[in-house]
């Protein structure tokens, strides 16, 4: 059970692991890995539901998605003072990709909670400083988009209207399309 938890924690890459035993797939009769895995997954539900998705993998969602779109998530652009950042809307937020390019020196604008977070992000590898530009080295989910705008700007954005589709859509509009088309 350990190893299978070990294996969905590493696949979803929601956090870093800090675990000293990599744990071994031993043979196990197939009765009890059975158990294993139910035990896992109510393991799974109860760490979900405490806010804590450790074995759950982040689902991106289509806000503007129609039926006859296949309801695939859009990529959303932030290119707001020389920055260069991709995302995706997810259920939870959204989700900053890999490759994406921020500013390095933070504006005064920034609160010091989110210089810090800047500052841990580096620390756990998800971003590096290169130069005079802060680059996203893995994906990392944001719980909102202003919270993604202002880490990859270094300043406080309204995020709501910064990020945008291809088209120039906001998250915004995006946003009020999908509720206007649940009613």
């Known amino acids: 059970m350990e190893w299978q938890a070990i294996q969905a924690a590493t696949q979803t890459g929601r956090y870093e692991l800090h675990n000293g035993n990599g744990a071994s797939n031993p043979h196990t009769p197939p009765p009890l890995e059975s158990d294993c895995r139910e035990y896992l997954e109510t393991i799974s539900v109860l760490l979900t539901t405490l806010g804590y998705p450790l074995l759950e993998p982040v689902r991106e969602i289509s806000l503007a998605g129609t039926p006859g779109e296949g309801g695939a998530a859009e990529t959303l652009f932030f290119r707001e003072g020389g920055t ?46 290169r130069g005079e530009e802060y680059v996203f080295v893995r994906d990392h989910l944001f719980s909102s988009p202003s919270t993604a705008g202002a880490i990859v700007v270094g300043g406080n954005i309204n995020g709501r209207i910064t990020w945008k589709t291809a088209d120039g859509r906001t998250f915004q509009q995006l946003e009020d399309q999908a509720l206007s088309s649940e009613t």
């Not at 500013?103 to 400083?129: C, D, F, T, W």
């Open 84 to 129: 260069d950042a991709r995302a995706r809307p997810t259920t939870e937020g959204v989700l900053v990709l890999a490759g994406s390019v921020g500013k390095a020196i933070a504006r005064p604008s920034l609160s010091a909670s989110l210089a810090r977070r800047r500052v841990a992000l580096v620390e756990q590898g998800v971003a590096e400083v």
